[in-house]
Nanobody, 121 residues
């Protein structure tokens, strides 16, 4: 069994920063590309950023380019989303996602439980 657990959400004022973490646990052999998604009330879930398994390449939604940075620590099986200059429209539940290959070579498309980010004065 493998799972992803997010942390780091909270309430922040406009212009502030937060760092989200996504920790994978279980019988992990390999974690493939990791993505951060968000879902605001009444809206569809959208991709915010994705990083390759090596961590060398990343891509971002236009709405967060220049403000958010995705990274990962492969040794710790953990991904991060650094969010700067936050805006009220960034308010959403943030989820991490990654296909994880277990030590028995089964692959699961894993989602975390989500962490709430609220940007408000």
């Amino acid at each position: 069994q493998v799972q992803l657990v997010e942390s780091g959400g909270g309430l922040v004022q406009p212009g502030g920063s937060l760092r989200l973490s996504c920790a994978a646990s279980g019988s992990i052999f390999r974690i493939k590309a990791m993505g951060w998604y968000r879902q605001a009330p009444g809206k569809e879930r959208e991709l915010v950023a994705r990083i390759t398994s090596s961590g060398v390449s990343a891509n971002y939604a236009d709405s967060v380019k220049g403000r958010f940075t995705i990274s990962r620590d492969t040794a710790k099986n953990t991904g991060y989303l650094q969010m700067n200059n936050l805006k009220p429209e960034d308010t959403a539940v943030y989820y991490c996602n990654a296909p994880i290959v277990t030590t028995s070579l089964d692959e699961y498309d894993c989602w975390g439980q989500g962490t709430q980010v609220t940007v408000s004065s």
